[in-house]
């Protein structure tokens, strides 16, 4: 599912008309097949042989739909003499003045000879003129040729992520024509951004630092998990993946991981981003289980890593390639030697395999292929359970909701990056009513309960709820308080991260959205309606935020600025009672 697959049909095709039949068998029984051959059960089931989409196979927020079929464009592709494979912009040097930049292209060449590449650089939305057409003559070979044009793009506009004040993410554009005897053989553009990215892991007194700086600029990254917004991706279009991003702008974002039980998202999705302004935590597409390690599943995840890294590199929102989700957590602490009564050699074989995979293979593959961005093995690198967790790497801290933790725990296990944790809530009721009649808006009813997948979600939200508010029995305000209870706990959360800047460097909420209307972590539902947790997340992730936090008997007031500028401004503290009448108001500062 996350290849292409391509076949030579030229001794096949005839004049006239072609029938193409493909035929599927079933992802279940092929995947099953392959787990009897294992003298060991691996954890994840027939899921980890398919190279499918995990989530299809159900999660806790998402029912099962194995599907079956075609999801994107089959091509009939021809050419004559050349075909461009790939283009990497590669930039190599930034400075004000100018920006070198190296364009590798990959040519498939069928017929030797010297051939002219034509080219112009624009910044995008910016009047053309300011770039004018070079060329360069180059001398291919047949098969696949490695070709390298060096441009200078002066005065460089970089690319910047949201709320960096008035630096903007700027994008440019590369226009590229090959021709032979004055004839156009083919042509073909690129976007990029001009821009450097780095993850910081600095040794301190405590562990190590987990930050990134761009453009040398550290940055607190603000944003959420995204999850494949379809159970059937092909219902998603262009405008789905515009809205929700302007969503998670409009929110002061500018960060989303791309979790790794989904899948490698639409082209559609990183060109919005990369206008956003909002990078992107890429992870390969392994979650929550162990892989298999034999020579032919290592050479197909190979084919589509290759693919998937040279498809996204020059998109500037990629920030870091990581990968797997919850792997190297779930080997360590969630018991599955136990479980699976593993012996030595068993346990020794799986975890040679695990290193194999995602400590060898895939970032050799990153490292060929994308000069720009750092790999990372696993998130998060150790378990929320562990008192290392907060001390180096990036976190998922699932103490409150999975541990029954209080909120206010989230003001003392704040880690360098937190790159996962949430609350679950109820999506609207217009949202319900998309799938359940009126009579079923209950607890009760077999719709409601089958749209939650957690097994004891509707008991946890109530658990917490008990603690502050007051438990309505009706259905439709039982779903306004639950949003309300989500808002809190992620208000606390987030709250806390940012006070703690710069040990802490990023927060990443569980979960952007939804892939069907459900119960779950989301801060917007299926419909795309916001809950109350989205209302409050503007302010949450302002550039510029007032705290207050309850220590003791007192009353800390903290000011946190995001901005690369200094801020002055006037501190006012207003107190008023529940009618709204104030009772105080002081200048502090």
Known sequence: MFRSWLVNVKKEVKEGNNTLLIVFESAVKKGKAQASKLSYTLPGEEKIFTRKAQYQYGWDWGPRLVTCGIYKPIKLITWNKLKIESIYAHTKEIKDTVAKTDFIFEILCDKEGYYDIRYNISSKGRNREQSRIKTQLVSLKPGVNTVTISASIPNPNLWWCNNMGKRRSSLYSAAFKIVNDDSLITQESVQFGIRTIELVQDKDSVGSSFYFKLNDVPVFMKGANYIPQHSFLPNVSSSNYREIITMAKESNMNMLRVWGGGVYADEE?????????????QDFMFACAMYPGDKSFIENVKQEATEQVKKLRNHPCIALWCGNNEISEGWYNWGWQKQYNYSKKDSAKIWKDYENLFQKTLPEIVKQNDFHNTYWPSSPSIGWGRKESLLQGDSHYWGVWWGNEPFEMYEKKVGRFISEYGFQSMPSLSTFKTFCDSVDLNFNSAAVKNHQKHPTGYQTITNYMERDYVVPKDFEK??????????????????????????????????????WPVTSWSAIDFQNQPKAFLYHLKDLYANIAVVIKKSGAEYKIHVVNDNYFTFDGRLTLSIKDFSGTEILNKKLI
């Not at 999705?269 to 935590?281: M, P």
């Not at 006070?499 to 460097?505: S, V």
């Open 478 to 515: 039982f779903i306004y308080v639950s949003q309300l209870v989500q808002a809190q706990s992620m208000k606390t959360a987030i709250e806390s991260h940012r006070i703690a800047k710069p040990y802490c460097m990023g927060t990443l909420f569980w979960q952007l959205n939804d892939c």
């Open 269 to 281: 999705f990183y060109k919005d981003c990369d206008r956003a302004g909002i990078l992107v935590w």
